[in-house]
C-alpha cells in the first residue's frame, strides 16, 4: 500500500514568504508527527496529533510555525515570514494507534530559505 | 541539552565486518529505543527497536545491547554489506509520543 507522501519535494522560499508544507499520512493512522531535520542532524520533534487533536506541540520554535489537521487525516505545516534558521528537511511520520511504537515517515519536504 | 548522544559521527567498515553504534541518555523515563536507518533523499525507517527491561534483542544481523544501569545502548550490525552504508539515528521515547533523536551516524562498508 501507499506509504506517507508529503508535497512538495523541495520548496525555496525569500525571507519573509509565507509556506505550506503537506503531509499524507497512511490511511487509518491515528497519530501523526512532524520533525525538523538539519543537514547533518537527527530529526527534531516538532508536534504530535492524535486524529484531530493537537497534543504536543511543546517542539515548534516559535509561533511562527503552526500545524493543524482539521479532520484527522491530512495534516499542513505552515511557517509564516520565513526566516534563513527554518532550512530543513521537514519529515511526516504516522503511526497506527497512539502508543503503537512504529513510525512511518515520509520522504520530507527540503525548504531552503534565501 | 541533547537527550541522546549517539557516536561515532561516521565509521567505515571493510564487507563482513562488525559495524558498531553507541548512543547513551539521561532520562531514566525513556520507555522505548528506536533505531533508525536513512539513505539519501528518505525518511528513516525502523530498522530495530528494544525496550529497557530486557538486555539484547536480536534480527537477522542486526543486534541491540541495552545496558540499564550505564543508561547506554548499541547497535551492532554483523558482517556488513555495503548496501548497509547509510546513516543510522539512535531514538528514545518519552510520554509515549515524543521521540529524541540521537545525531546519527554515517556508515560506510567498503566492498
Redesign the interface.
Known amino acids: 500500500g501507499a506509504g506517507v507522501s508529503q508535497s512538495p519535494r523541495y520548496k525555496v522560499a525569500k525571507r519573509g514568504q509565507d509556506v505550506a508544507l503537506r503531509c499524507d499520512p497512511i490511511s487509518g493512522h491515528v497519530s501523526l508527527f512532524w520533525y525538523q531535520q538539519a543537514l547533518g542532524q537527527g530529526p527534531e520533534f516538532l508536534t504530535y496529533f492524535q486524529n484531530e487533536a493537537q497534543l504536543d506541540k511543546s517542539g515548534l520554535p516559535s509561533d511562527r510555525f503552526f500545524a493543524e489537521r482539521p479532520e484527522g487525516s491530512v495534516s499542513t505545516l505552515k511557517i509564516q515570514r520565513t526566516q534563513q534558521e527554518d532550512s530543513a528537511v521537514y519529515l511526516c511520520a504516522s503511526s497506527l494507534q497512539g502508543v503503537q511504537e512504529t513510525q512511518y515517515f515520509g520522504p520530507g519536504t527540503r525548504l531552503l530559505v534565501l | 541539552q541533547q537527550q541522546?548522544k549517539?557516536s561515532p559521527q561516521s565509521l567505515i567498515v571493510q564487507k563482513g565486518g562488525i559495524s558498531i553504534i553507541n548512543c547513551a541518555y539521561e532520562n531514566t523515563a525513556f520507555d522505548?529505543f528506536?533505531w533508525y536507518q536513512q539513505f539519501p533523499?528518505?525518511?528513516?525507517?525502523?530498522l530495530i527497536?528494544i525496550r529497557p527491561d530486557v538486555s539484547e534483542k536480536k534480527e537477522g544481523r542486526f543486534t541491540i545491547s541495552f545496558n540499564k544501569s550505564a543508561k547506554q545502548f548499541s547497535l551492532h550490525i554483523m558482517d556488513s554489506q555495503p548496501g548497509d552504508s547509510a546513516t543510522y539515528?539512535c531514538?528514545a521515547?518519552y510520554n509515549?509520543?515524543?521521540?529524541?533523536?540521537?545525531?546519527?551516524t554515517k556508515l560506510n562498508v567498503k566492498p
Open positions: 541522546v549517539q522505548y528506536p533523499g528518505k525518511g528513516p525507517a525502523l527497536a539515528f531514538a521515547r509515549f509520543n515524543k521521540f529524541y533523536f540521537g545525531s546519527g
